[in-house]
């Protein structure tokens, strides 16, 4: 099991950037990908952006380009940079990860983001 503590977020202009960040504890070893998944009000949870331990990534279509997910496997952080938000972006933000078998290992405890004029 992990445990994933969340910081950053909170309330920005359209344009604007903010950053959330995501410390792991626990079962680390266990640990390939780590991710940040968010939930709207009315919306499904859905991936945001995703790395696996060597670096690879994954965003989904609606940030490429506007956010950045990075990792520092000696702190057992994973940090994502929020470029040019949009109001659409509003949302409360988790940390996840999944074990090198595919399976959920923990979530954070989540942090709003606004986006707002």
């Known amino acids: 099991q992990v445990q994933l503590v969340q910081s950053g977020g909170g309330l920005v202009h359209p344009g604007g950037s903010l950053q959330l960040s995501c410390q792991a504890s626990?079962?680390?070893?266990?640990?390939?990908?780590m991710g940040w998944y968010r939930q709207a009000p009315g919306k499904q949870r859905e991936m945001v952006a995703l790395?696996?331990?060597?670096?690879?990534?994954n965003y989904a279509g609606s940030v490429k380009g506007r956010f950045t997910i990075s990792r520092d496997n000696t702190k057992n952080t994973v940090d994502l940079h929020m470029n040019s938000l949009k109001p659409e972006d509003t949302a409360v933000y988790y940390c996840n990860v999944h074990t090198y078998y595919g399976t959920s290992a923990g979530w954070g405890q989540g942090t709003q983001v606004t986006v707002s004029s």
């Open positions: 790395i696996t331990r060597d670096g690879t990534t």
């Open positions: 626990g079962s680390i070893s266990l640990i390939n990908t």
